[in-house]
Nanobody, 115 residues
Framework: QVQLVESGGGVVQAGGSLRLSCAAS????????MGWYRQAPGKQRELVAS???????NYVDSVKDRFTISRNDANNTVYLQMNSLKTEDTAIYYC?????????WGQGTQVTVSS
């Protein structure tokens, strides 16, 4: 049974930083292309960062040079380091398989950036 548990969100001022973590279980994590998604109020969920099993990273333009995705296959965890946060980064952040996510999503972690 796939489980994805996100943590690390919070309230931060614009320009601040947060580090999100996602603990995964129920599948062979190291074989999967993993991603961080976010969903802002009234908007569709979007994939903002992804990392292959070969550690190739991709980012949506709006977070490039500010966010860094990483993974630790030894403990089935994917991370998102978020720097220089902007108010428009406010959203619930989720992890899942990139591009073709599992049907089962975690609860997400709320990130709120205040001006």
């Amino acid at each position: 049974q796939v489980q994805l548990v996100e943590s690390g969100g919070g309230v931060v001022q614009a320009g601040g930083s947060l580090r999100l973590s996602c603990a995964a279980s129920g599948f062979t994590f190291s074989r999967y292309y993993m991603g961080w998604y976010r969903q802002a109020p009234g908007k569709q969920r979007e994939l903002v960062a992804s990392i292959t099993s070969g550690v190739i990273r991709n980012y949506v333009d709006s977070v490039k040079d500010r966010f860094t995705i990483s993974r630790n296959d030894a403990n089935n965890t994917v991370y998102l380091q978020m720097n220089s946060l902007k108010t428009e980064d406010t959203a619930i952040y989720y992890c899942n398989v990139a591009v073709h996510p599992f049907a089962s999503w975690g609860q997400g972690t709320q990130v709120t950036v205040s001006s």
